[in-house]
């Protein structure tokens, strides 16, 4: 059993990235752009409409407060500070998926503040803190083994360790920046070692073991709603039941 999660609503405005619609149509999960990295008001509520449209658990997808460069930039935010981003995005993503019928039942870093949470004690707990004070019972998508997975654990915040069928990988099973594999075989076969064995081959050719409850494909590559499909197809007819941890 997997859950397939893809990160969306990651337009802004006028500009509209990656297919939504159709990934929605083949993931179980939405990691949900929350206004801080990308994201705003018309595309959260038409994101989050159409995944409770289509019975697609929603999360938040959190970030640092950096729009011009899509929450990819490292900073050092102070813990007070970052808490409350954290909560104020996940509150409003919330508010706006229970306004359309559903609700948040997930919460995802995103890019260079997941980066930080993963070796970062102060900044994991500024994230942590967040999510328990508006609902300990919300799970934090994380990479297996990360800091931000301890110290959830040690706050009785529940995670789910997450993978990457389209990323390369380091030995230590950690997902490498600028690494998106655009072939759809590649990535579904990867997906399969994860889903199946909880591995991947990294890069050095040796197996990584990553024990995953969620695969994630990325919505903002042009080969993106291709290598999802066939992701989905993968795990179908090897017998691997999709459902949302959420």
Same mark, same amino acid.
């Given at each position: 059993?997997?859950?397939?999660?893809?990160?969306?609503?990651a337009?802004?405005?006028?500009?509209r990235? !990656?297919d939504?619609?159709?990934l929605?149509? /083949?993931?179980?999960? %939405?990691?949900?752009?929350? @206004?801080f990295?990308?994201g705003?008001?018309?595309?959260?509520?038409?994101?989050? +409409? %159409?995944?409770?449209?289509r019975?697609?658990?929603? @999360?938040?997808k /959190?970030?640092?407060?950096?729009l011009a460069?899509? !929450?990819?930039r490292?900073m050092?935010?102070e813990?007070?500070?970052?808490?409350a981003d954290?909560?104020y995005?996940l509150?409003?993503v919330?508010?706006?998926a229970r306004?359309?019928?559903?609700r /948040? *039942?997930?919460?995802?870093?995103h890019?260079?503040?997941?980066a930080r949470?993963?070796?970062?004690?102060?900044q994991?707990? %500024?994230?942590?803190?967040?999510?328990?004070?508006?609902?300990p019972?919300?799970?934090?998508?994380t990479?297996? !083994?990360?800091?931000?997975?301890k110290?959830a %654990?040690?706050?009785?915040v529940?995670?789910v360790?997450?993978?990457y069928?389209d990323r390369?990988?380091?030995?230590?099973?950690s997902?490498m920046?600028d *690494?998106?594999?655009?072939d759809? +075989?590649?990535v *579904?076969?990867?997906?399969?070692?994860?889903a199946v064995?909880?591995?991947?081959?990294a890069v050095d050719g040796?197996s990584?073991?990553?024990?995953?409850?969620?695969?994630?494909?990325?919505g903002d590559?042009?080969?993106?709603?291709?290598?999802?499909?066939?992701v989905?197809?993968a795990?179908?007819?090897a017998?691997?039941?999709?459902q949302a941890?959420?």
């Open positions: 059993m997997i859950d397939l999660n893809a990160d969306l609503g337009g802004f405005g006028i500009w990235l !990656g939504d619609l159709a929605l149509d /083949v993931v179980t999960s %939405a990691n949900v752009a929350c @206004g990295h990308a705003d008001p018309v595309t959260i509520r038409r994101t989050c +409409a %159409a995944a409770v449209d019975g697609v658990t929603i @999360g938040a /959190v970030s640092y407060r950096d460069h899509f !929450g990819c490292e050092d935010v813990p007070e500070e970052l808490c954290v909560l995005q509150a409003a919330d508010g706006v306004a359309m019928g559903g /948040v *039942s997930y919460v995802k870093p890019g260079a503040l997941h949470v993963c070796r970062d004690e102060a994991a707990t %500024a994230v942590v803190d967040a999510v328990a004070v508006y609902d019972s919300l799970p934090v998508l990479r297996p !083994g990360s800091v931000v997975h110290v %654990a040690a706050e009785g529940p995670t360790s997450e993978g069928a390369a990988c380091t030995p230590e099973g997902p920046p *690494s998106v594999i655009d759809a +075989a590649a *579904s076969a990867r997906a399969l070692d994860l064995r909880g591995c991947v081959t040796s990584a073991p990553v024990p995953v409850r969620s695969l994630c494909v990325h590559t042009p080969e993106a709603v291709r290598s999802a499909r066939a989905r197809d795990l179908l007819a017998g691997v039941v999709l941890f959420g």
